[in-house]
């Protein structure tokens, strides 16, 4: 059973950047997917960026794509993501997945590709 824990959250001003930690264990890395989330307040929680667990495969959504990078180190734990210029609508709850899954590959930005997640470390940018 993976567990997923996130770290480096907090209150930025625009503009501003900000950089997120994933740590995972109990989990044997394959072929899966490694991805960060976000949900605001009333919205729907949207997938941000993407990574396989090859390291060689990315995808951002659009909103973000620019200004945020996902990355990994060598060893796979932890995951990172560096937001740059941020926006107030970046405001979220910012969570951490994991998917087992190689199927995940085809719908990465999809919250039902994952079956594993972190508690989420809030982010607040103020404008």
């Known amino acids: 059973q993976a567990q997923l824990v996130e770290s480096g959250g907090g209150q930025v001003q625009a503009g501003g950047s900000l950089g997120l930690s994933c740590a995972a264990s109990g989990y044997t890395y394959g072929r899966g997917c490694m991805a960060w989330f976000r949900q605001a307040p009333g919205k729907e929680r949207e997938g941000v960026a993407y990574i396989n667990t090859d390291g060689t495969s990315t995808d951002y959504a659009g909103s973000v794509t620019g200004r945020f990078t996902i990355s990994q180190d060598n060893a796979k734990n932890p995951l990172y993501l560096q937001m740059n210029l941020l926006k107030s609508e970046d405001t979220a709850m910012y969570y951490c997945?994991?998917?087992?899954?190689?199927?995940?590959?085809?719908?990465?930005?999809?919250?039902?590709?994952?079956?594993?997640w972190g508690q989420g470390t809030q982010v607040t940018v103020s404008s």
């Open positions: 997945a994991l998917s087992d899954d190689p199927r995940c590959n085809y719908s990465p930005l999809s919250s039902a590709a994952y079956q594993y």
